[in-house]
């Protein structure tokens, strides 16, 4: 199974960014689906998932509000689309799935990690 995060760059303070996530090799539409992000000198934390059917989502609290997650069953695509950027939301993201299908936290439970993309916020 492959993932292939794209749609990252440099956006300034209060700017909008979509990520996508394509999948390849695997059961795109029982995955449950999420992002991940790791900023320098930080851990990787949980932003945002999605379960197998997209009717389920869960956010951290830190972007709650402000991004979106959604899925694509038959495009085997993942989206983020984040709002209203801050420079703390500077990190590399990172999709990632779940062969169980849902809409978990825990990287721990992941089964599959896509390779990042980077995300820049200037103020």
């Known amino acids: 199974v492959q993932l292939q995060a794209s749609g990252g760059g440099l956006v300034q303070v209060g700017n909008s960014l979509r990520l996508s996530c394509a999948v390849s090799g695997g059961a795109f539409s029982r995955y449950g689906m999420g992002w991940f992000r790791q900023a320098p000198g930080k851990e990787r934390e949980f932003v945002g998932a999605?379960?197998?059917?997209?009717?389920?989502?869960n956010y951290a609290d830190s972007v709650k509000g402000r991004f979106t997650i959604s899925r694509d069953n038959a495009k085997n695509t993942v989206y983020l689309r984040m709002n209203s950027l801050k420079p703390e939301d500077t990190a590399v993201y990172y999709c990632?799935?779940?062969?169980?299908?849902?809409?978990?936290?825990?990287?721990?439970?992941?089964?599959?990690w896509g390779q990042g993309t980077q995300v820049t916020v200037s103020s």
């Open positions: 999605i379960n197998w059917s997209g009717g389920r989502t």
């Open positions: 990632a799935a779940r062969r169980d299908g849902y809409a978990d936290h825990r990287s721990e439970a992941v089964d599959y």
